[in-house]
C-alpha cells in the first residue's frame, strides 16, 4: 500500500524522523540581527544668537540603529562643563522618513557623508564604525570615506 504514494499517504508529504521544524529554516529579522547595531558619527550645527563672538555651535552626535527592530537611537556624549544640556538627544524608535510619515527609515537610508534628516535637523554623518562598514559591504552596499568633524 505504501509503496505507491512514494513517501506521502493520501496526498500529504511524509515528515523525515531526522528533520526538526522547531529550527526555521530561515531565520527570522528578530533572532538573525539579534544584538546587532550599526554606529555612526555624526554632527549637526546649532545656532547661537545670544553670543557676538561666535554665530553657531557644532554638536557631535552618535547615531545607533538596530537591525534587529529598524530602531533609531541618537546620542551626544556629555563634556563636562559645557554650559548646554546634552545626553539622549532621540530615545530609541522607528524614525518616519521626513516626506512621509507613514514609511520609516532603515538601514539602507543611511550612509557616511551625508545628510540625515531627524525632525527637520540635518545630521552630517562623517564616519562609522568597522562592524557598521563590514556590514554594508557584506549586504553589497559599500559606504563613502569617512570625513572629518569641521572645526567648532
Known amino acids: 500500500m505504501r509503496d505507491g504514494l512514494a513517501g506521502s499517504l493520501g496526498g500529504v508529504p511524509k515528515r523525515l524522523d531526522h528533520e526538526n521544524d522547531a529550527i526555521p529554516k530561515i531565520a527570522p529579522k528578530w533572532l538573525k540581527y539579534d544584538r546587532q547595531v550599526l554606529k555612526f558619527n555624526a554632527y549637526f550645527q546649532e545656532p547661537v544668537v545670544?553670543?557676538?563672538?561666535?554665530?553657531?555651535?557644532?554638536?557631535?552626535?552618535?547615531?545607533?540603529?538596530?537591525?534587529?527592530?529598524?530602531?533609531?537611537?541618537?546620542?551626544e556624549p556629555r563634556v563636562e562643563n559645557a554650559g548646554i544640556p546634552q545626553g539622549i538627544f532621540l530615545k530609541r524608535h522607528k524614525l518616519p522618513l521626513p516626506n512621509d510619515e507613514s514609511i520609516?527609515?532603515?538601514?539602507?537610508d543611511l550612509q557616511v557623508a551625508s545628510d540625515f534628516n531627524v525632525y527637520k535637523r540635518i545630521f552630517r554623518v562623517v564616519s562609522?564604525?568597522?562592524f557598521t562598514r563590514r556590514?554594508?559591504?557584506?549586504?553589497?552596499?559599500p559606504l563613502n570615506a569617512d570625513e572629518l568633524f569641521p572645526d567648532d
Request: aromatic share 22%; with cysteine.
Open 104 to 108: 520609516y527609515y532603515t538601514w539602507k
Open 135 to 141: 556590514f554594508y559591504q557584506n549586504e553589497g552596499q
Open 128 to 130: 562609522c564604525d568597522e
Open 50 to 75: 545670544e553670543n557676538a563672538n561666535e554665530n553657531f555651535r557644532i554638536r557631535k552626535c552618535i547615531i545607533y540603529y538596530y537591525l534587529d527592530d529598524d530602531t533609531i537611537h541618537i546620542i
